[in-house]
């Protein structure tokens, strides 16, 4: 396997990322690729990122990771995370990875979690060279995903307080409200060894908002005839269940939905291996590696 370090641009940002190419290509090949997509305020270097890329150059195709702008190495203010500005950047990055010597440009996927998943499945349905998505633990509706995130009366009314006290803030001084990271993303505390450290852990309330905006239900039945795989534990402790559900009710066929029961949120990083065989054998039916395409 090779590991080639890149930067590419993105809205004048400069953002840092890496491309794997599996072991054994022959001189002029060009692989299918998958983008791995981090989550919220983490970085390419995430359990959740590395695994699956691990597993697709297992199974031959090219990967490449980065940084989201503001995240990691990348340029950005740091804690603003704009949800239509990640989906740019995805594109900017397939725009980088198609122009790869060794990667078929016509056959990049777009695989995230979390977060990430939102930004994997919206890009899908807005930049048609997106060949097939795979949205693992994501979300369609912000606002119905904040309503289950924060379920009580109380805490709701906090959240919403916040987004509100966010513009009132950023109106009166120009800058903006900053945020703990669990007060926008609750996540139980048997969970958060997941979180990589170096994780963003303030947040612009703008982030909040543009989350809450977010709508990838919207979009997504736009992605067919591409196939579409979508993941979620049955127990999720941080993205409610239903939005994987809202999603599968709003795409077109082929799509693919699989609830796991022994699984949480970070279901890449801990490594369920029915996880990996069931991405395995839809890969082999909608997006295999294929046979060897070389370069004239």
């Known amino acids: 396997m090779s590991d080639e370090s890149i930067t590419f641009t993105s809205k004048g940002l400069k953002l840092v990322g890496n491309i794997q190419l599996p072991a054994g290509m022959e001189r002029g090949e060009k692989r299918p690729a998958f983008i791995v997509l981090h989550g919220f305020g983490s970085t390419r270097h995430a359990g959740n990122v590395k695994q699956p890329c691990a597993l697709l150059d297992k199974l031959g195709y090219a990967t490449m990771r980065f940084d989201m702008p503001g995240c990691g190495d990348s340029e950005g203010p ?35 979690s979390s977060f990430g998943a939102a930004v994997a499945v919206y890009c899908g349905g807005v930049d048609k060279r997106v060949a097939a998505v795979v949205s693992a633990s994501g979300w369609g509706h912000g606002e119905r995903k904040f309503q289950k995130q924060h379920p009580t009366p109380e805490g709701y009314a906090k959240f919403t307080a916040m987004l509100a006290e966010g513009k009132a803030h950023r109106a009166r001084t120009g800058e903006p ?6 007060d926008i993303v609750p996540i139980p505390e048997h969970l958060r060894g997941h979180v990589l450290p170096g994780s963003i852990q303030m947040f612009e309330a703008d982030t909040a908002q543009s989350m809450f905006d977010f709508q990838a239900n919207s979009v997504i039945g736009n992605i067919a005839p591409r196939p579409v795989l979508l993941l979620h534990s049955s127990d999720d402790h941080v993205t409610p269940v239903e939005q994987s559900i809202e999603l599968f009710a709003h795409a077109s066929q082929p799509a693919e939905m699989h609830l796991f ?34 370069a004239a």
């Open 78 to 112: 740091r804690g603003r995370l704009i949800c239509l500005d990640q989906v740019q950047a995805t594109s900017d990055a397939l725009t980088t990875l198609s122009q790869h010597p060794n990667v078929d440009g016509a056959r990049i996927a777009v695989l995230g």
């Open 177 to 182: 409200l900053m945020v703990p990271r669990y």
């Open 261 to 294: 029961a022994d699984t949480d949120h970070f279901m890449f990083a801990e490594g369920n291996t029915r996880v990996h065989h069931v991405v395995q054998n839809w890969l082999t039916r909608y997006f295999p590696a294929g046979a060897k395409q070389v």
